[in-house]
């Protein structure tokens, strides 16, 4: 098929070069078509190219509509781009000159050739180049639109840290056991564990607890155990791109994600898309490359460089029975370095550049089996050859796309993964998988398959040392089944895809001297070197089945990298856009329940936390005053009490001897003294009554404001530790010292007790009368001993004189007796009289009451402040919270609107992705 090709006129490859052969093997090369003068890419008086009139010279109908077609295909669109939907009438068609990038790919033929099948299949061909041209602007525009989409999803995410699917304990054993082969994919989807019952459809995917977004509020922050957010396992599974690798320890990576904050998840899934969008920028240009690659790998020894020397029909590469390719081998056309048969052997860990000699060591190709077999000092190498093949059959160069053979050590332990990378590697078109069939799959194939399998859904087998199985038809059935269970989409295609060959049978050219195979001792087993099959008539039949054999892989691996490119180079950008399309869809949908959860529960917060603030603030000002009030009534009350209780206390202290026993007329000093102190102390107790008093009213105060406290802040109220036996214990009324009331002898007569008890005592009634006119007469007198005198002057003053004298006698003898008696009542009033005019003078009840009332205040300030600075840092905490859970609210309605918009668009684009039919090769259906 490879005759339907042409050289791409971008890189220029004249005819000629392209027909190395130069025979006319009638199969209608491109050197068959005559060219206008101006090759290659000779274009008409438009300005366009010029194509072959279909048919035997007679215009078509469909040569036409090909001929616009043509015209008008830009490849990439243009004017001709009606829409996004691959497979569309009005998909981009257009000239390959508007685009230089497409001159590679197209193969336009010009002119009829005269011959109906060769035009034939130049139309076959040019419009297999036209499907490919869409399907590839259709990938490469959803490209673009990932691309946009990722950079959209990386923004928000540093805003609104996207959540993280994961999914139980329980169902990620399940997803592990299931996960081991793509061929139990679909068995696990219905696995759950008995008692834990799948969740509804809708639910499966993202089914949070309702609790679970709850991250940034109060009571998720003091959460210590946080339920993971659920997925389905299949859609676990099926989350591949941006799935997250860590490990740590035995701790899966689902619990990792769920132990690491939220931030860092953000941050570990920010690296995954911007990874993600650095592969699709380079699968991009990859689809717009011409070359291709193609990965030869398998197991130890199972013949890979065998094969890729039969591909050549050169010993090439190194065989032998021990492993022995340690590093990768690029084979490439000598005409991409000069026409130069060299190797490059490329430094460790240097990026290869062929016009950077200081990348690489130049070698020539006898030497090659040497630096394969050492692995120290170079990582891989490219091996320049000449083709030996017509471009007809050539796999190096065939006149359409460049490929490159690689070969790879064989698998192990050790190199299974970095094969698994390598074949990742965007420019790896083709993966062919060379395993014996003597030995089968080895664990190695099988994870190497698996791995392969996440971007390469198709997979070349060739299945070698055919011609050492006895059973070979048993082996088959047996590497066939197995196929089936490694990669499925290949068994579905196995009559293409899987072959059974003897590589060793096909005939080579010698080695370069001194190269592999030793010094060019010629052909491997099959013998020969040329393409026939040997001469031998006895083994002939055998042979010639096994090349033939080899012969139809080799149309079916050309068929594979060039006729079905859009297979090998466009199917990874396909496969990877719907790998990311589904992973951005699942985080999408995931973070539109988390979006939607967080709404419902900052609305339900909002609910709870208005009325609480508004509450607090009306608390705040309400128990404020009530403190204030509280504090005042309560320091009044004291106040007043002990100015009431102390001035009685005063007012009474001479209301009698306060139990001083009076010790007689020589005493009566003694007994002031004592009856003083005895009356300080009475005043002292009332003081001390009134602290008692005031004591009693603090801790009754102290209880009201930790009772409102309790009352508005609940547990939140910070209860202060209160002792009411340290009020007042330091004595500031020292009384006794302050007081000095001097006893004098004044104060041993009090009138008004006299006069009091005159009308008490009668016997002394007259005594006293005398003795109170001698006494007033004598301090001053009263104006009736006046009139008695004058009476008396009256009556006649001898008789008079005689009597009077010894009247006044008795009557201030009498008097003197009298007031002597009553001292110890006198003496009482006298003192307290004294004692309360200096008590006013030292303002002694309002200092004391005050004294109290104040101490009182203060100590009912501490809680009452406490409880404010309570009121205000609720208020204050509230408010923030409302004002936190109202951004985080707007934030939610962002990201729930950015990710419903999300939903819609990966899945939106997903379809149209997934119409991108690959396999619709309209080739197959014309021809
Ligand atoms: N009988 C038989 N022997 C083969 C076939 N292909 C390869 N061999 C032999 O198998 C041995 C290994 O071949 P290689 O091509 O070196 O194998 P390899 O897979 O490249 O080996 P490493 O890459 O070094 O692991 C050589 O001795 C080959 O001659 C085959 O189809 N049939």
New binding site residues.
């Given amino acids: 098929m490879s005759q339907e090709y042409f050289p791409p006129m971008s890189k220029g490859k004249s005819p000629a070069r392209n027909n190395r052969s130069g025979r006319d093997d009638g199969n209608n090369t491109p050197n068959d078509v005559p060219r206008e003068p101006t090759t290659p890419g000779s274009v008409n008086s438009a300005g366009r190219p010029g194509y072959v009139t279909v048919g035997s010279g007679s215009t078509s109908y469909h040569a036409h509509r090909l001929q616009s077609i043509l015209d008008n295909d830009s490849g990439y669109g243009g004017s001709s781009i009606a829409g996004d939907e691959p497979g569309s009438s009005k998909l981009p068609l257009g000239s390959p000159r508007t685009d230089p990038s497409l001159a590679g790919d197209m193969v336009l033929p010009r002119q009829s050739t005269g011959n109906p099948e060769t035009d034939y299949r130049h139309q076959v061909t040019a419009i297999s180049q036209l499907w490919y041209n869409q399907q590839r602007v259709a990938l490469g525009r959803a490209i673009n639109r990932v691309v946009d989409l990722l950079q959209g999803l990386q923004e928000t995410n540093a805003t609104w840290p996207a959540h993280y699917p994961s999914v139980q304990r329980t169902d990620i054993a399940t997803h592990e056991r299931s996960a081991s082969g793509p061929g139990l994919h679909r068995t696990f989807s219905t696995v759950t564990e008995p008692s834990h019952p799948p969740p509804p459809p809708r639910r499966s995917m993202t089914g949070f607890p309702d609790d679970e977004s709850a991250e940034s509020s109060k009571d998720a922050e003091v959460k210590t155990a946080e339920a993971p957010r659920l997925v389905s396992p299949q859609i676990a599974q099926e989350f591949s791109i941006l799935k997250l690798d860590l490990k740590l320890g035995s701790m899966h990576q689902s619990e990792l994600v769920h132990s690491l904050e939220k931030g860092s998840v953000a941050s570990l899934l920010d690296g995954k898309i911007r990874t993600s969008i650095k592969h699709l920028v380079a699968l991009r240009e990859r689809i717009d490359d011409t070359s291709s690659k193609v990965l030869v790998t398998?197991d130890?020894?199972?013949?890979?460089?065998?094969f890729c020397n039969a591909l050549l029909r050169r010993k090439v590469l190194p065989?032998?029975?021990q492993?022995?390719?340690s590093i990768f081998c690029e084979v490439l056309d000598a005409r991409e370095n000069g026409g130069l048969e060299e190797v490059h052997a490329v430094h460790k860990d240097t990026i290869y550049n062929r016009h950077d000699e200081t990348t690489y060591d130049v070698f020539p190709l006898s030497k090659l089996e040497q630096i394969v077999l050492d692995n120290s000092t170079y990582m891989q190498c490219k091996v320049y050859v000449k083709d030996v093949r017509t471009v007809d059959e050539s796999l190096l160069n065939n006149g359409v796309v460049d490929i490159a053979l690689i070969d790879a050590?064989?698998l192990n332990s050790d190199t299974t993964k970095t094969t698994a990378i390598f074949a990742r590697q965007e420019e790896i078109d083709v993966v062919v998988f060379?395993v014996s069939a003597a030995n089968h799959f080895t664990q190695s194939a099988k994870e190497f398959i698996w791995a392969a399998a996440a971007e390469k859904a198709y997979i070349f087998m060739v299945v070698?040392?055919f011609?050492?199985i006895r059973d070979q038809e048993r082996c088959q059935k047996m590497i066939l089944d197995q196929v089936y269970g490694l990669s499925p989409r290949t068994y579905k295609e196995s009559s293409e895809l899987v072959h059974f060959v003897?590589?060793?049978?096909i005939p080579t050219l010698p080695p370069p001297p001194g190269g592999p195979g030793g010094g060019g001792s010629g052909s491997s087993s099959g013998g020969g070197g040329g393409d026939e099959p040997g001469n031998d008539p006895k083994g002939k039949g055998k042979e010639k089945e096994k090349i033939e054999d080899f012969h139809k892989l080799e149309r079916s691996l050309r068929q594979f990298v060039l006729e079905k490119r859009a297979r090998s180079k466009l199917t990874p950008a396909k496969t990877y856009l719907m790998n990311i399309l589904n992973d951005v869809h699942v985080l999408a949908t995931v973070n539109v329940e988390v979006a939607q959860s967080e709404i419902e529960r900052v609305t339900r917060d909002l609910e709870e936390i208005e009325p609480q603030l508004e509450s607090s603030k009306k608390a705040k000002t309400e128990v404020g005053d009530e403190i204030d009030q509280t504090i005042e009534l309560t320091c009044k009350d004291i106040y007043d009490h002990t100015r009431n209780t102390l001035n009685t206390a005063i007012f009474h202290a001479g209301d009698s001897t306060l139990g001083v026993p009076y010790p007689g007329l020589f005493g009566v000093f003694d007994f002031a003294d004592d009856l003083k102190e005895a009356m300080l102390n009475e005043i002292s107790t009332a003081v001390t009554d009134c602290e008692e008093h005031a004591r009693i009213k603090t801790v009754s105060g102290v209880n009201a404001i930790k009772q409102l406290g309790i009352h508005h802040l609940g547990n939140e109220y910070h209860d202060l530790s209160f002792r009411s036996d340290v009020m007042f214990r330091r004595r500031r009324d020292a009384l006794a010292k302050e007081i000095d009331l001097p006893t004098e002898l004044g104060d041993l007569v009090d009138w008004s007790t006299l006069l009091q008890r005159q009308e008490k005592v009668a016997g002394t009634g007259m005594a006293l009368t005398l003795a109170t006119a001698v006494g007033g007469r004598l301090v001053g007198g009263t104006s009736w001993v006046d009139h008695a005198l004058s009476a008396a002057k009256i009556v006649g003053n001898d008789n008079l004189r005689k009597l009077i004298i010894p009247a006044v006698a008795l009557a201030v003898v009498s008097a003197a007796v009298y007031v002597l008696q009553q001292i110890p009542q006198s003496l009482p009033h006298r003192l307290s009289a004294k004692l309360s005019a200096q008590l006013d003078s030292m303002d002694y009840i309002h200092a004391n009451s005050t004294r109290i009332a104040s101490s009182v205040r203060k100590v009912l300030r501490f809680p009452a402040d406490n409880l404010r600075v309570g009121l205000t840092r609720s208020v204050e905490q509230l408010g923030s919270r409302r004002d936190e859970t109202l951004k985080t609210r707007t934030e939610s309605e962002v990201a729930l609107k950015y990710f419903s918009n999300l939903v819609r668009n990966s899945a939106h684009q997903r379809t149209l992705v997934a119409d991108v039919d690959l396999d619709a090769h309209p080739q197959g259906q014309v021809a």
């Fill in positions: 398998g130890l020894n199972a013949g890979k460089s065998t065989e032998d029975q492993p022995c390719t050590p064989g060379v070698n040392g011609d050492m003897s590589s060793n049978a």
